[in-house]
């Protein structure tokens, strides 16, 4: 007989469970630990139980108490590249929706194995389920939902999505989201330089796909702190990028994009100030509660421009 992760036989003997890890950082003399702990290691579901990566908890201890993707050194990560590699329009979808922390619903079947993937991504989802990569929660028959699990998780996704990218790129997206959360305005438009000047010029502008695969890049290395939306229904009107925050220590932020196709400089401000007065204007931000950042965004050929304003709502 095979027990697996759906199985409710060992349930708790896969891995910690939450008051041993309270334990664990207590004895260590860290107890102050526990919710760093959580938040790289909890949010898996075997059998009845919820259970903590036990590998990387251990590592996490030995290494006083430093967090990384301990498990994830440990093998290669060639699943998850099949998941990437197979990325049609809808496993597009899927990988925005588990960036911004959100669940996918799927039918997994526990016992399919490496060689029955091939190109069946369905089969992907079982394997990067049964090995860790994904939680899964049943909802009946074979139907479960999916969410990546914790930040170390969300870390491996997004060095994998991001491994194609020089490193001066993911440097300017980290950036560009650092400085966002500052409301550092010169740093949003140096890391704007960086990413549409030099490394996606020929895609970045040409169409609002090419947005949204950045942004949700992003959003995976944010390990789910944002509910990233583009080109959402928001007020009246549809918002280019609302970051809805799931975290109340971060603001929410509210992106209108411009693109000026003249060489007139004026061009850059005047466009920025209507990408603010829009958001202003359709009220964007209507949804949204407390710390709240506007930002209206013009590009002109390698230049950004930056306007900012604060709101509490």
């Given at each position: ?10 349930d708790e003997r896969y891995g910690f469970t939450e008051p ?155 950036r560009f989201l650092d400085s966002m959360e500052r409301k ?130």
């Amino acid at each position: 007989a095979v027990d697996n992760i759906f199985s409710n036989n060992f349930d708790e003997r896969y891995g910690f469970t939450e008051p041993e890890v309270k334990d664990l950082c207590t004895y260590y003399g860290h107890p102050e630990k526990f919710e760093e702990a959580k938040e790289w290691y909890d949010g898996y579901r075997f059998g009845d139980a919820d259970i903590y990566n036990p590998w990387s908890l251990l590592m996490y201890i030995r290494n006083k108490f430093k967090p990384g993707t301990y498990w994830a050194s440990t093998s290669g990560n060639d699943i998850l590249e099949t998941f990437l590699d197979g990325l049609d329009d809808r496993t597009y979808g899927d990988l925005v929706a588990l960036g911004n922390g959100k669940t996918v619903f799927k039918q997994i079947y526990p016992s399919v194995s490496m060689r029955d993937v091939g190109g069946d991504l369905d089969a992907v989802y079982s394997v990067m389920a049964v090995t860790g990569y994904l939680n899964a929660v049943p909802e009946g028959d074979n139907d479960y939902r999916l969410s990546i699990p914790n930040r170390e998780m969300y870390k491996v996704f997004y060095e994998n999505v991001t491994r194609p990218l020089k490193m001066d790129v993911r440097i300017a997206m980290r950036r560009f989201l650092d400085s966002m959360e500052r409301k550092d305005v010169q740093g949003v438009e140096d890391a704007l330089f960086t990413l549409f000047a030099d490394s996606f010029p020929a895609t970045l502008l040409k169409d609002e796909g090419d947005y949204q695969l950045i942004l949700a890049t992003i959003a995976l290395g944010r390990g789910g702190r944002y509910d990233v939306g583009i080109e959402r229904e928001a007020g009246n009107g549809r918002a280019d990028i609302i970051m809805r925050r799931n975290d109340p220590r971060y603001p929410n932020i509210v992106v209108e994009l411009k693109k000026s196709r003249s060489d007139d400089p004026s061009d850059l401000e005047r466009m920025a100030e209507e990408g603010l007065r829009q958001i202003r204007i359709r009220k964007y931000y209507r949804s949204l509660k407390g710390k709240t950042y506007l930002y209206g965004v013009c590009l002109q050929n390698k230049k950004a421009k930056v306007l900012f304003e604060e709101l509490d709502l």
